[in-house]
């Protein structure tokens, strides 16, 4: 019981690392094994892309090439931002409200190992979900971009993704594991539409744009592919604004679990 | 909205549930004759039916002038009810989630599917070749809000009135304002002042329209997020008025005595509103626009002043039925839009005439309406979002009960505890959890800690987890502040109410714990321990609930554990596994672990415990060995099959309490010989006598008891 115990008791950094990354593995496995989570967060992106892009517009893309990339980009920032929102979100509301973040803290596990392995695994999901988009449009030719512009906006995307981890992170702060799906909806598809992600805005409602993440991803997105036609601000601007929503998000998502646990 | 059958006066609240549920189902008869108005240019409703009929054109203007001042009328009311009742934290969270979130959501689902049936309509009422789409007007704000704007406009009035209260609560600090306010509302509902008052506002409002048709009455605010000035008038002074009839609390009973005068006020103005209309659809600027305008002002509050008070009159006392139709009413209006639209355009060529297409509309509408109310809404989590819970009343925080003798045991407090508390106080609110306890966990001991639900025993477990801090106190584990990770390292936990991740197997969930601790047992050496191999290959969610608890107690030990924390680890085990659960428990303190167990079965408690602590309403009440406390309440029970009745031999000396069990009569006494030898020479026919020991149930009882 003196200090000479204690340092006994400090964690070896090599078994601290293996804690993060069991708690990682077992994040993904879990998201996994859920199919209402797995299933539409992999294969709605793709077969979403694969109708409206390849099989609707495929004609419009030959006349049109931007517009491939456009609708690319629209289904690739769900493919990321999905998992990033419904897996962090989900998992950590129903963590919440069944008592294992209580109980990971007195086992005790390391301090924020759960909160890296829930971002961690987000991202993962998100790659999974985006890969086969990045397949099907290569095969189908459906994307004017050469390898660096894709591997540009492949890294846009995925950074787009960490504004939704906070998302998930602060919704789940605030609601129950059962309700945080719904309400998770609530916020993201709105967004969805009123983003002008999927469709092009009536002038009357670009005043609106700003206030959606989606936004700025698709934005991020345009800019690292070079696509000029759909740039509507500088990337400066959605890159601070993302920066902003994710803080935002982080802050509130912090405070309320410092304040409820 | 919300059930507001919840404050004194109940009564009255149900009458104005019912009022509300009118108002808005009459906004389903209203656009469900949209489509019948003579002289409606086509395009702007979804169709436009073969067959007008000017009575239902008059109609919905009526209905029009009411619907929604009553409703916003009824809604002030029940605001600042809930705003009493809440307070402002809680108003704004209710609200969001009855409002702000059936907003949203509606938007996003009906939004596409009214589009889409509006295109089919309006394609069948252009014969195919529709004029193009109009374009949203091009202002600030535009935006298609549906037959959801009023959900928004709320909102937006709740934010004004709000704020406005906050300011004359810092202006107005006495009240004197206030209260004259409350008298003008008062004098002027029973003078009948106020019907004539109260449309001003909106009356002026109207009169400053440039372009105004009559029949549109107030305009509809459904296009744009920046309110029309007349909407947020007219509607912006029901609810204020709502709120200062809510307010002012005896204006209730004037409005129900004046309900007939009031109606009678409301149909005259009405009749001559039709009839100035009736030569003159398009206001021209002049005295008969406002006339016409205030008019108007008139019969709103006519005719809500007389529907509230002949509800408050009739529908006063509960009714299962409109209970359950005020219920479904806010559903209803929400979702009813497109199925209105799409029977309108189903039946809109029809070759009938509209006294048989209108009834159609309607019966298929509601049935459907309905129908999607009880299966799909009012059983699921919809129900629950739109009609919410009870609300339920706050308890008066419990005081601690100062009365109970502590007794705490003095031997053996040489030994330096592995975890203590040292004058603990912790509060949660209201509630006090812990009101001043010490408590001491030795080493290799195991302290059974007892106590009924809500006695503070998990609060206490939480402190010495590091999972809450103390309000004041000392909380020590193992020499130190248990908000350490590295002293952490070296307890082992088994928690009650946990559910652990439901899609990982045993094995996983294992070598997860495992890996927090320095230097903790293979996944193999745990399950071989705990005798749970064979579900190491099984999934969590999977498990029964005796399995489940078998897992969690794998994890608690998988560290090697200096410390141990077991809440309830045996509730749902069958004999089997609680007999191996605790000889692992022995197997463990024989290591020299020390254990802190919660439990409800005392046989558990008297089956492990080297000594145990009784917590009672945040207090310990008694502390000690297992003979200890038998010793403490030195009371014996006493069974016999006697003639006897319990209420004979209440009285005597020496009895503490008598009952009847199951044909026996049973005794428990302070002193037992005393009343057995009275008990014989009572009752000649006594058989079956036994006397025993109080078990440590007794003991338990006996003391919380002491200490209610």
């Known amino acids: ?261 | 909205m919300t059930s507001h059958t919840l404050s004194a006066g109940g009564d009255r609240l149900h009458a104005l549930d019912a009022v509300r549920g009118f108002a808005l189902l009459l906004g389903v008869a209203f656009h469900a004759a949209l489509s019948f108005i003579p002289g409606m240019p086509p395009g702007i409703w979804a169709i436009n039916d073969n067959s007008p009929s000017a009575a239902l054109g008059a109609a919905t203007f009526i209905s029009h002038i009411l619907r929604m001042s009553l409703f916003f009328f009824v809604a002030g009311f029940f605001a600042r009810l809930l705003h009493q009742k809440l307070g402002a934290r809680g108003f704004w969270s209710n609200r969001l989630k009855r409002i702000g979130i059936p907003l949203v959501a509606g938007w996003v689902v009906l939004f596409p599917i009214i589009a889409y049936v509006w295109t089919i309509g309006i394609a069948k009422t252009f014969g195919g070749a529709p004029p193009p789409m109009p374009e949203m007007p091009k202002v600030a704000g535009a935006f298609p809000l549906t037959h959801l704007w009023f959900l928004y406009l709320l909102l937006l009035i709740y934010v004004a009135v709000l704020a406005v209260r906050a300011l004359l609560v810092r202006l107005d600090p006495a009240q004197k304002m206030r209260g004259v306010v409350d008298r003008m509302v008062v004098s002027g509902t029973s003078t009948g002042v106020a019907a004539f008052t109260l449309g001003i506002p909106v009356a002026v409002a109207l009169m400053a329209q440039t372009f105004w048709i009559y029949g549109m009455g107030i305009p509809t605010p459904d296009s744009s997020l920046i309110p029309l000035l007349p909407a947020s008038v007219g509607y912006g002074t029901a609810f204020v008025f709502g709120w200062l009839v809510h307010r002012a609390k005896d204006v209730l009973p004037v409005i129900e005595r004046r309900w007939a005068i009031h109606l009678g006020l409301a149909v005259v103005a009405t009749v001559a509103l039709v009839m100035i209309m009736g030569d003159q659809p398009v206001a021209q600027p002049g005295l008969t626009k406002n006339a016409f305008a205030y008019l108007y002002g008139v019969a709103i509050w006519g005719w809500v002043f007389g529907l509230t008070g002949a509800a408050l009159r009739f529908l006063s006392g509960f009714s299962a039925t409109r209970r359950y139709v005020a219920d479904a009413s806010y559903w209803i209006y929400l979702a009813h839009l497109p199925v209105i639209a799409a029977l309108q355009v189903w039946v809109g060529h029809w070759p009938l005439h509209w006294s048989v297409k209108y009834p159609l509309i309607l019966i298929a509408g509601f049935g459907i309406l309905f129908a999607s109310y009880h299966w799909l809404v009012r059983p699921t989590l919809i129900g629950q979002l739109l009609n919410g819970r009870r609300v339920r009343r706050r308890k008066a925080g419990a005081a601690p009960a100062a009365t109970a003798s502590e007794r705490t045991n003095a031997a053996d407090d040489r030994v330096t505890p592995v975890a203590s508390l040292r004058g603990v106080v912790k509060k949660f609110g209201a509630t006090t959890a812990l009101a001043g306890v010490d408590l001491d966990v030795r080493p290799g001991e195991l302290l059974a800690v007892l106590g009924p639900n809500g006695a503070g025993k998990s609060t206490a477990i939480s402190l010495w987890l590091g999972l809450h801090e103390p309000d004041s106190g000392e909380v020590m584990l193992l020499g130190g502040s248990p908000q350490d990770v590295e002293r952490r390292r070296r307890l082992g936990v088994m928690m009650q109410d946990v559910d652990l991740v439901k899609e990982l197997r045993v094995r996983e969930l294992i070598a997860l714990a495992a890996s927090y601790y320095t230097d903790p047992m293979t996944v193999e050496q745990a399950l071989n321990v705990t005798g749970i191999g064979a579900l190491a290959g099984r999934l969590y969610g999977k498990l029964s609930g005796g399995q489940k608890r078998q897992v969690q107690f794998a994890l608690a030990i998988c560290g090697r554990p200096k410390l141990l924390f077991l809440d309830e680890p045996t509730v749902g085990l069958d004999i089997e596994a609680r007999e191996a659960l605790w000889a692992s428990i022995r197997a463990l303190l024989a290591d020299g672990c020390s254990v802190v167990l919660t439990t409800h079965y005392l046989e558990e408690a008297e089956a492990l415990a080297t000594r145990v602590a009784v917590l009672a309403r945040g207090r310990v009440i008694a502390s000690g060995s297992i003979d200890d406390m038998r010793a403490l309440v030195a009371r014996r029970q006493i069974t016999c099959e006697s003639a006897l009745m319990p209420a004979d031999v209440r009285g005597w000396e020496g009895v503490v309490e008598a009952t009847r069990d199951r044909g026996k009569l049973v005794i428990t006494a302070t002193d037992a010989e005393t009343v057995v030898r009275r008990l014989l020479s009572v009752d000649a026919t006594l058989r079956r006598l036994e006397v025993r020991e109080a078990g440590l149930s007794e003991a338990f009882t006996e003391l919380t008891k002491e200490a209610a």
Request: glycine residues 8%; hydrophobic residues 55%; aromatic residues 10%.
């Open chain 1, 1 to 261: 019981m003196n200090a000479a115990v204690l340092h006994a008791d400090k964690i070896p950094t090599s078994r601290l690392l293996g804690a993060y990354l069991t708690e990682t593995r077992c994040e993904f496995m879990r998201n996994l094994r859920t199919p209402a989570i797995a299933l539409p967060v992999l294969l709605l992106p793709v077969g979403l892309y694969l109708l409206f892009a390849v099989l609707i517009a495929g004609e419009a893309i030959v006349k049109d090439p931007p517009l491939g990339i456009f609708l690319f980009s629209a289904f690739a920032v769900m493919a990321v931002t999905m998992p990033a929102l419904f897996n962090v979100g989900a998992s950590l509301a129903m963590e919440r409200e069944n008592g294992m973040l209580r109980l990971k803290r007195a086992q005790p596990a390391p301090a924020g190992s759960w909160l890296v392995a829930k971002i961690a695994s987000g991202l993962a999901f998100g790659v999974l979900a985006y890969t086969p988009m990045v397949v099907a449009a290569i095969v189908t030719g459906k994307l004017p971009l050469d390898g660096a512009q894709l591997a540009g906006m492949s890294v846009a995307l995925l950074l787009g993704a960490l504004p939704f981890c906070a998302l998930g992170l602060m919704i789940a702060t605030f609601v129950s594991g059962s309700a945080a799906p719904g309400y998770a909806n609530l916020v993201y598809l709105p967004g969805c539409y009123l983003s002008g992600m999927f469709f092009p805005l009536p002038a009357s409602m670009h005043w609106q744009t700003p206030f959606w993440p989606q936004f700025h991803v698709n934005q991020l997105a345009m800019h690292a592919a070079g696509v000029e036609k759909f740039q509507f601000e500088p990337v400066a601007v959605a890159a601070g604004a993302l920066l902003g929503f994710t803080v935002l998000f982080g802050v509130v998502a912090t405070w309320r679990l410092a304040h409820k646990g």
